[in-house]
């Protein structure tokens, strides 16, 4: 039988009752033989993420400030964890080597990678305890090139090599380690990735991931109330809400599924019966229903609107506009493009101080007849494999919107008619999306 691989998010492995409740899904089902296990998150929505408080004892380090008393609070949140499970797991040895290697890796001028990455290690180790499974340093199966992107050679073969007849293993999100043997994470958020990747190396019949929703919704529960659960959707649907903000899943860790084919199963971990989302390969075959799948949105974009009389019949004026991009290192997200005009759509944390020079060396290289940036606005993605080929969605949207007095500023709709993207000012996100879910769904 192949295995399972399930991860557990930050809620999911908060404090001792949660991790009972995660030996409980464990041991249901023999098949979950892979358990990757996030950094204590949130126990309340005033609570703090152990993670952000790794981050915070390296800045202060950085900064050659005492950490004390932060590092206290982490010490004393796995001390809670580890006596309400019964478990040791040589936790005070292990706090005080890491204290000290937070403090050397600061003090050499290293980055914060190594102490961020603390928190899924020992819960790990807790963890593995718990269940009586062993434990595998994800520094020895994750591994990343020099220049830090996953080196799926090594990672896939070492993955094959370590995990092959292990019985039950807890595996940390989050990191793995570079050439030179020292610790780098994910982007935060980043221990789906780590479930992802070991569900390809151990070619899994399935990735788990448990969370605090029962799967990926129609909209996100902060801004629509009660957003009906999506029961299945495919790989690019979930790309496509996960870069936009579907915030459930990392947007990375869907390519090594989909490259193993291996469907995923987002459930929740206080409602372990519930049977949550299935997202699986498209077989090219979907119903063209008319319906959408769901809608996600970020903030904090600025369009560049470039108007140029005759832009369309100028040979080379697109690659000129790109180059001064690039020659600045800016990557942009949109590029919609009409009669005379062309918007550059770019997250602000593209731009980060550069928007002037932009500006200006558009001036310079394209010599438009104007050139305006719109800073503050957000991106909505209404997205749905039912979408494409019905006519009449688009208007549908637009008229949701207008309806409820929200101003477009930019519309893009991809090739592949399986999302329509609307721009709005940030102060019409929360309205906008609530038109758009109330129109489509009800
Ligand atoms: P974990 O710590 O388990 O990885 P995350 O906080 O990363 O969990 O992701 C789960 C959260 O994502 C939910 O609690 C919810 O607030 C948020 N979220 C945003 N958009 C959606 C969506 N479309 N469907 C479900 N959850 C969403
Ligand atoms: N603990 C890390 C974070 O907070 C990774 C994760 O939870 O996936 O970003
Ligand atoms: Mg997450």
Redesign the pocket.
Known sequence: MQPKVSKF????VADADMIRKVRAIVQADADRRFVIP?AP?KRSSDDQKVTDLLYLCHEHARQGLSFDEVFELIARRYGEIAKGLGVDAGLDSKLEVIKGEIACVAAEGGGPDYAASRGEYLNGLILAEFLDAKFIDAADLIHFDKRGRLDEDQTYRVIGEKLKGVQLAVVPGFYGSLPDGSVKTFSR?GS?ITGAVVARGVGASLYENW???SG??M????IIDSPKTIEKLTYRELRE?AYMG???LHDEAIFPVRHGGIPVNIRNTNRPDDPGTMIVPGNGSEKHTGTIT?I?GRKDFTVIAIEKAMMNSEVGFGRRVLSVLEARGVSFEHLPSGIDTMSLVIADSQLNGKLDDVLEDLRAEAKPDSVEATPDMALIATVGRGMSHIPGMAAKLFGALSGAGINIRMIDQGSSELNIIVGVHASDFEPAMRAIYKAFVG
């Open positions: 998010g930050g809620t999911s996030s998150g958020g789906d969370t605090d929703v990926l919704l909209a996100d529960p902060r809400l579907a915030t459930v769901g996600a």
